[in-house]
C-alpha cells in the first residue's frame, strides 16, 4: 500500500524535471501545498498510483441493448 503513495517536496523552479522523471509510472496529484521556506518558494505534492484498470470490453454486448 506505501507503495501506491508518494510525497514530492521540492522547489517551484524543480517541479517540472521532478515530475518529468516521474513520467514512466502513471500518478495522480490528489494534493499540493505552497509555502515559502527561507525565501524560497517550495511546493509538496501528494501522488498517487491509479487503481488498476478493470477487464477491457464491455460487459454488456451493446447490440442487446437495440430496441427492435
Partial sequence: MADNFKVLDVRVD???A??????DDPWIITSQDYYSENGVRRVTILLMR?????ASGMPIDPRL???N
Avoid: D, G, T, W
Avoid at 521532478?18 to 513520467?23: E, K
Avoid at 491509479?50 to 478493470?54: D, T, V
Fill in 18 to 23: 521532478n515530475l518529468n522523471a516521474l513520467s
Fill in 65 to 67: 441493448l437495440r430496441r
Fill in 14 to 16: 524543480e517541479l517540472a
Fill in 50 to 54: 491509479p487503481p488498476r484498470q478493470m
